[in-house]
């Protein structure tokens, strides 16, 4: 399965999260390994941020894309307070050195801060003209936040799994009726879920490990994109293997009984 974004840009719906990637220096072998692993499988989405280890992940995802950039889709993350038009410049040249790359994929406000949303998407728009980033997005911004946005955006950056299910109420169907892929950020619940019994049965039955359940769940209507952090290689063929899985109705009606979604709306939940 594949998502297209506005610009025309397909990916597979599953890529490769690395929030704490970086954090701990003996593991730096198996990290880039279990990218490298990804990429090898078709996970092309890379994420990260600037705000993840202070620079430690994207310096790690440098390593791991070193002659294969073409490989990835690089995702990177701006903080708010660095989203104003000469912070955001000094951010993302900050990022692409540490990544060891002349332009981002796609460039992202990590949140909404005291920035105007309009300097913040004009810092963008400068910063494509200048070839320095392809497009442009957000992250964890509400259906009242993109009410103010300018258009343009070419996804809404998200925590969206089966325990976390508002955005279906509201800010899913707004994204859907724009024409904006989501992309779903800790799509595990941070491996919460991956312990849940209930969930780990409807696995079982069809011959899925839990990860895969829920990582086809979150993907299924096709305009969602996840991007589960592989800290190991298994992990990264795991999460691979799930990009073509189809989950039979009974499955996604349990699914449903197991973790329904709210009756309202509620506040866009972060982590």
Do not use: C
């Not at 000094?90 to 790359?101: K, P, Q, V």
């Amino acid at each position: 399965m594949s998502i297209r974004f506005p610009n025309g840009a397909v990916v597979p719906s599953i890529g490769i999260g690395t929030w704490n990637v970086g954090d701990d220096p003996a593991r730096r072998d198996e990290e880039i390994a279990a990218i490298q692993v990804g990429l090898d499988a078709g996970l092309r989405v890379v994420d990260t941020a600037e705000m993840y280890g202070s620079g430690r992940s994207e310096r790690r995802v440098g390593e791991a894309i070193r002659g294969r950039r073409d490989d990835a889709f690089l995702v990177s993350k701006v903080l708010p307070h660095h989203a104003d038009a000469a912070g955001i410049r000094r951010a993302a040249h900050d990022s692409l050195a540490r990544l060891g790359t002349d332009r981002l994929d796609l460039y992202l406000l990590h949140w909404r801060g005291p920035v105007p949303l309009e300097e913040t998407v004009a810092a963008f728009e400068d910063l494509r003209d200048a070839g320095d980033i392809l497009d442009w997005g957000v992250s964890n911004l509400d259906p009242d936040d993109l009410a103010e946005l300018p258009a343009g955006a070419a996804t809404d950056q998200i925590l969206y799994n089966p325990s976390r299910r508002g955005p279906e109420l509201d800010l899913l169907p707004l994204l859907r009726r724009r024409g904006i892929p989501a992309m779903a950020y800790s799509p595990l619940e941070q491996a919460r879920v991956l312990g849940d019994p209930v969930l780990a049965e409807l696995a079982s039955s069809i011959g899925l490990t839990v990860a895969q359940l829920v990582l086809a769940w979150v993907i299924r209507s096709g305009d969602v994109l996840a991007i589960p952090k592989a800290g190991d290689v298994a992990h990264a063929r795991d999460n691979a293997a799930a990009i073509d899985v189809e989950l039979p109705a009974e499955v996604l009606s349990a699914i449903d009984a197991r973790f329904p979604a709210p009756a309202r709306p509620v506040p866009l939940e972060m982590l």
